[in-house]
């Protein structure tokens, strides 16, 4: 014969039996404050909405790294699936109800993986934006490529002289540009300047993951 589940709530993930010692130890501490205690449980429960609505836009390696229940992590799936509108404002209502039973532990991992996503993002934007500096220097400046060769010794200089080259000979002759430029579009790139872009990253790329190689490598003693 089955037993009757205990009738209960959830408070911050965690099972409260209505009768038990937490539920009396609960109330006693809500009572007087029972307006200010709905609000800020209306609080609680709006972030965790939308901390599961976060998630729909988590990478999956950052999504798997956080330990979450397999009912919750086919509710995200099946939300990302869903596209009727109505039909997916009820999917995140689920997964809002399964991120309230989530632990402190859980909640914790799941905001820093969301942060870890973000302050990726930012730092593959500002790599981004340094490469493009860069390559427009190297074309529109004669000093700019004694400089880049300075702080990149590493680079393949044949190859980002023959790229700077060709990259200002298209831009010089190029009449698409000027007539695109005029008519307010955007003007194709030469192959040259995309190809000078590939390398200018690539190679700020490399020096990075190097320095930080370095910098995580452990001190040993110097072997004679």
Request: net charge neutral; glycine share 8%; charged share 30%.
């Amino acid at each position: 014969m089955s037993r009757k589940p205990k009738k209960g709530y959830f408070v911050r993930g965690q099972f409260v039996a209505e009768g038990s010692e937490m539920d009396i130890a609960l109330k006693a501490e809500l009572k007087g404050t029972h307006d200010a205690s709905r609000t800020d449980m209306k609080r609680e429960s709006d972030e965790l909405q939308d901390l599961g609505k976060a998630l729909l836009t988590l990478r999956a390696d950052l999504l798997s790294g956080i330990g979450l229940p397999d009912k919750l992590l086919g509710a995200l799936i099946e939300a990302k699936r869903i596209s009727n509108f109505e039909g997916k404002r009820r999917q995140m209502q689920f997964v809002g109800k399964l991120m309230r039973k989530l632990t402190p532990q859980q909640v914790l991992d799941t905001r820093a993986a969301l942060e870890t996503q973000r302050s990726g993002s930012a730092h593959e934007k500002l790599a981004l934006h340094l490469a493009e500096q860069w390559r427009d220097r190297l074309i529109g400046e004669d000093a700019a490529q004694a400089e880049w060769i300075a702080h990149h010794p590493g680079s393949d200089i044949q190859q980002l002289r023959a790229l700077i080259r060709q990259a200002r000979k298209d831009a010089a002759s190029t009449h698409e540009a000027a007539v695109a430029e005029s008519q307010g579009l955007a003007p194709r790139k030469s192959r040259a300047f995309r190809e000078l872009f590939a390398l200018v990253r690539a190679q700020l790329s490399g020096d990075a993951a190097a320095a930080e190689e370095a910098a995580q490598a452990p001190e040993g003693d110097d072997e004679h």
